[in-house]
């Protein structure tokens, strides 16, 4: 089902997408995809693949900007509407992901998780799920996480099927975009299960 939807949608969203890419070009620069490795299926590492919503800035040292002063209007509209996310279809029909499932994050979060946490690992990651249904950004580490382990152990077509319809209706009212007070979400910086602290990305 996943090569199946992930084929139709990127046939029939594939205009949207060229748009999409254009736009990026033009209001962001060069490339206009974000790549970067993420943890898949039981940790392995995969490419995740999406448009880039950020500008490419730095200060005079090199270091790139707050990320609050680097995402623009446009980019919070691909994120708003989720338009950022298509690409990730590729990586469905690669087989690295699934189309509902927990969200892919940081390599360098693996150490940090508690053992109950790391259960998110044992599916594909999606590039919709649960917790993004649930509240997105707006929950915290630990809500989303015990969202994840929940979906890993409840998972069905009934429940996906559920979470893919939901999907549209917070895409459509644009819930949960940011965490509180954050352009976007804080870094994860460890379970406080078992006390590992991490740096921020």
């Not at 690669?94 to 927990?102: E, L």
Request: hydrophobic share 40%; charged share 25%.
């Amino acid at each position: 089902m996943d090569i199946v939807i992930s084929g139709l949608g990127l046939l029939l969203l594939s205009p949207v997408m060229v748009v999409t890419y254009l736009l990026v070009r033009r209001y962001l620069g060069g490339p206009a995809f974000f790549r970067q490795v993420r943890p898949g299926f039981e940790g392995r590492p995969f490419e995740m693949l999406k448009f880039r919503t950020m500008l490419d800035a730095h200060d005079a040292a090199g270091t790139p900007l707050p990320d609050s002063e680097r995402l623009t209007k446009f980019g919070r509209f691909l994120r708003a509407s989720s338009l950022d996310e298509l690409p990730g279809l590729l990586n469905v029909l690669k087989g690295d992901m699934s189309i509902v499932g927990p969200r892919p994050l940081l390599m360098a979060y693996l150490p940090l998780y508690s053992a109950e946490q790391n259960r998110r690992h044992l599916v594909r990651p999606g590039v919709t799920g649960l917790a993004q249904v649930s509240g997105r950004n707006a929950l915290s580490w630990e809500e989303k996480f015990k969202l994840d382990v929940w979906y890993v152990d409840n998972q069905s077509l009934l429940l996906d099927l559920k979470i893919i319809i939901l999907t549209f209706k917070k895409v459509f009212l644009r819930e949960g975009i940011n965490q509180e007070g954050q352009a976007t979400m804080e870094a994860f910086k460890g379970s406080n299960d078992n006390e590992i602290d991490g740096e921020k990305k």
